[in-house]
């Protein structure tokens, strides 16, 4: 319990700093702890209210609205097939597929310093981005391997891309919630834990405002990176010894 309150501590600091990263601290470490569908759906409340807060906060610095529309149209299918794979597919194939897009999102952080992308070119991949975004969002619980990625090498100024980033996970979130009710993953029991979590997040996220504007966001990409590394290798690890 302790493990997951510094957690969503954590999460809600880097929120307040870079705009993202709750869903690529949290899932990771409560799928560890417990399993992939409670970690999602832990995640339900703080990922919606928190991203409308930003919302509101960066209204003015927003992406061409259609743009973002097919971005988020695209993620909302997406949220769909994902979480169709979340009740069909086991635990253990599920937490596979948390440390494999950990992997993946490291992966591609490292090559994309290097990565420039105009946004000419990303207005003709933006549906496929936004699809395979959902799909990682539904089934992993975390869409960053495509969404944070994908506006990332755009090369944003930091409020356009917090702002952005924001509209993308209010979306699909919007969609997740009744597509998890269905599903009877997201039940009373855990509502509750994703109000308590989300009090939790939006407490951090004014100290990690501040520390977004005296820190540069590469020491928080970095930290998190290093966090990530170690949670893949236990998840990895784990499976074998089980196997």
């Known amino acids: 319990m302790l493990i997951a309150l510094m957690t969503l501590l954590a999460a809600g600091i880097v929120k307040g700093a870079i705009g993202s990263g709750v869903p690529v601290i949290v899932v990771p470490v409560l799928t560890m702890l417990y399993d992939v569908q409670l970690?999602?759906?832990?995640?339900?409340?703080?990922?919606?209210?928190?991203?409308?807060?930003?919302?509101?906060?960066?209204?003015?610095h927003l992406l061409p609205l259609r743009f973002l529309a097919l971005f988020s149209v695209a993620g909302g299918l997406g949220i769909?097939?994902?979480?169709?794979?979340?009740?069909?597919?086991?635990?253990?194939?599920?937490s596979?597929?948390?440390?494999?897009?950990?992997?993946?999102?490291?992966a591609i952080r490292v090559a994309?310093?290097?990565m420039a992308l105009p946004f000419n070119v990303a207005e003709r991949i933006v549906i496929p981005a936004g699809l395979?975004?959902?799909?990682?969002?539904?089934?992993?619980?975390?869409s960053a391997p495509a969404s944070v990625t994908f506006l990332n090498a755009m090369q944003l100024e930091r409020r356009v891309f917090i702002g952005s980033i924001s509209v993308f996970f209010v979306a699909i979130t919007?969609?997740?919630?009744?597509?998890?009710?269905?599903?009877?993953?997201?039940?009373?029991?855990r509502s509750l834990y994703s109000?308590?979590?989300?009090?939790?997040?939006v407490v951090a996220m004014p100290l990690g405002a501040?520390?977004?504007?005296?820190l540069h966001h590469r020491w928080f990409d970095n930290l998190i990176m290093l966090l990530l590394a170690g949670i893949a290798c236990k998840i990895f690890i784990d499976a074998w010894l089980a196997a």
Request: hydrophobic share 60%; no cysteine.
């Open 80 to 94: 769909v097939l994902g979480t169709w794979g979340l009740v069909v597919l086991s635990s253990e194939l599920l």
């Open 112 to 114: 994309r310093r290097r």
């Open 39 to 60: 970690a999602i759906a832990v995640l339900v409340a703080p990922n919606l209210v928190s991203n409308a807060l930003q919302v509101w906060q960066y209204r003015q």
């Open 132 to 142: 395979l975004a959902g799909v990682l969002q539904g089934a992993a619980g975390m």
């Open 174 to 189: 919007s969609v997740q919630i009744p597509a998890l009710l269905s599903a009877g993953i997201l039940t009373l029991e």
């Open 195 to 201: 109000v308590v979590a989300l009090i939790i997040i």
């Open 210 to 214: 501040k520390l977004g504007k005296r």
């Open 96 to 106: 596979m597929g948390v440390a494999s897009a950990i992997v993946l999102y490291l």
